[in-house]
């Protein structure tokens, strides 16, 4: 493991992208101290101008309002906790559902490896987005709208399919080695084999997927939102969308949540491709 | 990817996007052309008996003439276009005790296939309108004792009662002349053809009566295009006009020196505010009302919507005959509010849930009115719906009880406004026109007397009687009337945002 840790580290890339989001987190941290203004308070009396439009940038909101006179900074640091929880908790389904599958598969082998990889295949054959908009649509139906369920969920369902099909490969070379053919020999049941021997052996490749899944589910999110299909929160990609029309004559409407979820996205895919190199140093590129 | 290519987008904001086309500058209107526009809705129905939405009306409107119409609106001229002139009659007598009213047809009108127009086509349109049950239209022929046609080119109409709002009515397209099982045109064009959800192309009529100021030779309307995606089509050019911009685009449009001249505003007749079903609790304490009244603030509403619109004190527009423009709109006074709902027994403030329609505006609006409410301790859940589903909805006795209410005019009278809204005799269980389910013995009387008094100023005065009970009994939240506005290109001429028919490109002509 400190090997791994050494070469993460001598990765600058990686270690640019692990500051990045030590300071995410610590922006959604201190969110009380960072913003005394509630992210979803109207200011139509004074956050506007007098013909109604967003105030630009000033001291007073240093990343000016948007078109209901709504704080835009208190409202990008509530977007960093909504959008980072989201991606956090659709990575994990996603992660429980594809490792769950995967090792299945690849430990079973046989007829369930064949069942299981063509309802991935399914899953992979539907064009993401469409599946995550038809998804997004039923959840919402669901009356669920108001909560961050929906969109979890949704996103879980849609990223768990490259999870399942890496770590069912990883999976079956593990279980042809020979010291769980010498477990297998000596009595062992099949969950113990798993758990105590498959499930280490993959945790480094796990721990890859999941911090590049965790980049592609903060993109997706934003997507989502941006189609009007996110959560009623606050989230960056919500916000992209509500300000949208008003590139021209608000452009910091755009470019806040822009921006963050910009600087987000390629922090956590520099982490991931630094994991992935010190994990695994003959696939680097 | 996303964010860069957006941030690359408003980097474009330097980019000239004045008009790319001038208007030639002819003296006298040019014949030719096709006018297209758009609308965010879709045109429900072509049928002048069924089709009751603004959308609808457009296309209904250019398919099909009435015995009288308005005058076409003047650009800059606040009070045009509501003046009632002859169109398919050539002239119309009113007998001195106002029940019986007597057209002659204009010579020679005709219908698009040159059938000529008799008097009893419009008596078959009539009844045809009062079989249909779900016309709803019928409600504004109650009054009507008789149609007989003397001669072939005279119509009589003989009323039980008189109603002074009886003219503007007939200037509704249900009114107009139809043949049994035919699709003829009345009115200054025909259809060619319709897409439905799509597009709809109407082509000049040669047979309408008044074809000489008719220039254009088609119009299309694109339908259920939203109001953003409206206004980028138009400024690629692939609009003529563009209506009712989204806050973002009005702004930046009203700030353009090249763009000025070619927005119109003008106060239309509608009001807008929030429906309460005064049957259902905790709205049938007209305390609670009145504490909503004073609890929102309206001034945050008129800003919203750039200033283009007015605080209301009622349901009457300015402008309309019978309005009582000293009457001063519920004050903001959350105090006041809190007082009213803790007299009413909730102290704590209530939990409601607001129904308005999914539209950008629409849901900008109730977060300010949600904001509003907050600070009385009002809690709203607001739940956005379609129109369609909304139109149901509300009008149901047993439906969401605390809604957007939206009131556009059908005819200039206050009768329209009154008698429709908020009459005891328009309330059903479902379909209800009277959506607020307010009944009310004293204001059904003074109604019912305004709409037979001859005498103007006594009629002027019964309204505004009117209006004072509802202002005091406060059946909806009276918020505000909002201007229309409407961009065209340099050389769209002629044109005018029109009060009761809005948009209305009949008489334009294109200068290029």
């Known amino acids: 493991m400190a090997r791994e840790a050494q070469r993460f580290f001598a990765n600058r890339g990686a270690v640019v992208g692990t500051v990045l989001i030590c300071i995410l987190l610590a922006i959604v941290g201190a969110r009380p101290l960072l913003s005394a203004k509630s992210p979803d308070a109207l200011n139509i009396d004074h956050g506007l101008t007098l013909r109604g439009a967003p105030l630009p940038p000033s001291a007073e909101s240093p990343l000016g309002t948007d078109d209901l006179g709504r704080d835009v900074w208190a409202r990008i640091v509530a977007g960093a906790a909504t959008s980072l929880e989201i991606a956090c908790l659709a990575t994990l389904l996603a992660l429980v559902i594809g490792l769950t599958v995967g090792l299945v598969a690849g430990y079973a082998g046989g007829w369930v490896d064949h069942a299981l990889m063509r309802l991935v295949d399914l899953v992979l054959a539907f064009p993401f987005l469409l599946l995550a908009i038809l998804l997004a649509s039923l959840l919402r139906e669901a009356d669920l709208a108001s909560s961050i369920a929906p969109v979890v969920v949704t996103l879980g369902a849609v990223s768990w399919t490259t999870i399942a099909r890496v770590i069912r490969g990883k999976a079956m070379a593990v279980s042809r080695s020979e010291m769980i053919v010498a477990a297998r020999a000596l009595g062992a049941s099949p969950a113990r084999i798993i758990a105590r021997h498959v499930l280490p052996n993959l945790a480094g490749t796990a721990i890859v997927m999941a911090a590049i899944g965790f980049a592609q589910n903060l993109l997706s999110e934003a997507v989502l939102s941006y189609l009007g299909l996110g959560p009623a929160t606050t989230t960056w990609g919500h916000m992209l969308f509500e300000g949208r029309a008003y590139y021209r004559t608000a452009p910091w409407l755009v470019i806040a949540p822009g921006v963050a979820i910009l600087v987000a996205v390629i922090a956590f895919n520099l982490v991931g491709d630094g994991l992935r190199d010190a994990f695994d140093p003959k696939e680097s590129t | ?512």
């Open chain 2, 1 to 512: 990817m996303k964010a860069v290519v957006l941030i690359a987008l408003a980097a474009c904001n330097g980019m000239d996007r004045g008009p790319h086309e001038r208007a030639a500058g002819h003296a006298k209107p040019v014949d030719g052309g096709t006018l297209r526009y758009a609308t965010k809705d879709r045109v429900v129905s072509l049928d002048p008996a069924i089709a009751y939405d603004e959308t609808s009306s457009y296309a209904v409107h250019a398919l099909h003439d009435t015995l009288v119409d308005y005058a076409p609106a003047v650009r800059g001229d606040p009070h045009s276009g509501t003046d009632i002139v002859p169109h398919l009659a050539e002239r119309y007598e009113v007998s001195p005790d106002g029940l019986t009213y007597h057209f002659w047809l204009r010579p020679g009108i005709a219908f698009s296939d040159g059938t000529p127009i008799v008097a009893a086509d419009f008596v078959y349109a009539l009844d045809r309108v009062r079989a249909k049950p779900d016309s709803p239209y019928a409600q504004f022929l109650v009054d009507v004792a008789a149609i007989t046609t003397p001669v072939q080119n005279e119509l009589v109409f003989q009323l039980a009662r008189p109603n002074m709002a009886f003219l503007a009515i007939l200037t509704m397209s249900f009114t107009t002349p139809l043949r049994p099982n035919t699709e003829l045109a009345t009115g200054p064009f025909v259809l060619e053809r319709w897409d439905q959800g799509r597009r709809l192309i109407v082509k000049k009529n040669p047979r309408y009566w008044d074809a000489a100021s008719i220039h254009l030779d088609r119009l299309e309307l694109i339908e259920n295009v939203p109001r953003d995606v409206q206004f980028l089509m138009f400024e690629r050019g692939e609009l003529d006009a563009a209506e009712r911009l989204s806050a973002a685009d009005y702004l930046w449009i009203t700030e353009r020196q090249d763009w000025a001249p070619y927005v119109q505003h003008r106060t239309a007749m509608n009001a807008f505010g929030s429906r309460m079903n005064v049957t259902q609790p905790p709205f049938d304490d007209r305390r609670v009302r009145q504490a909503l009244n004073y609890a929102v603030d309206k001034d945050h509403e008129v800003k919203l919507l750039e200033g283009a619109a007015v605080i209301s004190h009622g349901i009457l527009p300015p402008g309309m005959f019978g309005r009582d423009d000293a009457l001063t709109p519920y004050p903001h006074d959350p105090a006041k509010a809190r007082a009213l709902l803790a007299e009413a027994g909730h102290p704590n403030g209530l939990d409601l849930e607001y129904v308005v329609l999914a539209d950008e505006e629409a849901m900008r609006l109730a977060e300010s009115v949600k904001s509003d409410l907050a600070e009385v301790g009002v809690r709203i859940r607001i739940t956005p719906m379609s129109f369609a589903a909304y139109a149901t909805a509300i009008g149901s006795k047993s439906g969401p009880a605390f809604s957007k209410g939206v009131q556009l005019a059908d005819f200039a009278d206050p009768v329209d406004f009154f008698d429709l809204r908020f009459a005891s005799s328009e309330i059903h269980d479902q379909s209800s026109n009277n959506d607020s389910f307010y009944a009310n013995p004293e204001l059904d009387r003074i109604l019912a007397a305004a709409r037979a008094e001859p005498d103007r100023n006594e009629r002027a005065a019964l309204y505004q009687s009117a209006e004072r009970i509802l202002y005091a009994d406060a059946p909806w939240i009276w918020e505000y009337h909002q201007d229309v506005t409407e961009v065209t290109q340099p050389y769209v001429a002629g044109y005018a945002i029109h009060p009761i028919w809005l948009r209305d490109f009949s008489r334009s002509w294109l200068d290029r």
